[in-house]
C-alpha cells in the first residue's frame, strides 16, 4: 500500500507540477533569447567605445595641430611687430640722412647762387 500511495503521490505531483515546469521552460527560453539579445547590445555598444575612441584620437591629434598653430601664428604676430618697428625706425633714419643731404646739397647750391648774384653784380655794377 504504501507503494501505491508513493505511486499516487508521484502521479498527482507530476500533474499538477507539469504545468509549473512548462512555465519555468517557457521562462528559461525568455530568458535565454534576452540574454542573446543583450549580447548583441553588448556587441554594438563595445563597437561605438571603439569608434569614440578613435574619434577621441582623431580629436586629439587635431588639438595638437591647432595648438601648434596657435603658437605660430602668436610667434608671426610678435616678429611682424618687431619687423614693423625696425622698418619704422629705418625708414625715419633714411628719411633724415636724406633730408640731411637735401639741407647740404642746398646750402651748397645756395652758395653757389650767391657767388654767381654777387659777380653779375660786380660785373654788372662795373
Known amino acids: 500500500m504504501n507503494n501505491e500511495i508513493a505511486e499516487l503521490l508521484r502521479s498527482v505531483l507530476k500533474e499538477e507540477l507539469e504545468p509549473v515546469n512548462n512555465r519555468l521552460d ?3 527560453k525568455r530568458l535565454n533569447r ?3 539579445r543583450f549580447g548583441s547590445f553588448e556587441q554594438r ?3 561605438m ?3 569614440f575612441g578613435s574619434f577621441e584620437q582623431r580629436l586629439h591629434g587635431m588639438d595638437q595641430r591647432l595648438d601648434t598653430i596657435e603658437q605660430e601664428v602668436k ?3 610678435t616678429d611682424h611687430a ?3 618697428d625696425e ?3 629705418t625708414l625715419g633714419d633714411f628719411t633724415e640722412k636724406i633730408a640731411s643731404d ?8 645756395n652758395k653757389r647762387v650767391f657767388n654767381i648774384e654777387a659777380e653779375l653784380q660786380r660785373l654788372i655794377g662795373d
Not at 637735401?102 to 647750391?109: C, G, H, R, W
Open 45 to 47: 555598444l563595445h563597437g
Open 34 to 36: 534576452m540574454d542573446q
Open 26 to 28: 517557457s521562462m528559461d
Open 87 to 89: 622698418i619704422i625706425g
Open 102 to 109: 637735401v639741407d647740404y646739397k642746398t646750402s651748397a647750391l
Open 82 to 84: 618687431e619687423l614693423r
Open 49 to 51: 567605445d571603439q569608434r
Open 75 to 77: 610667434a608671426l604676430r
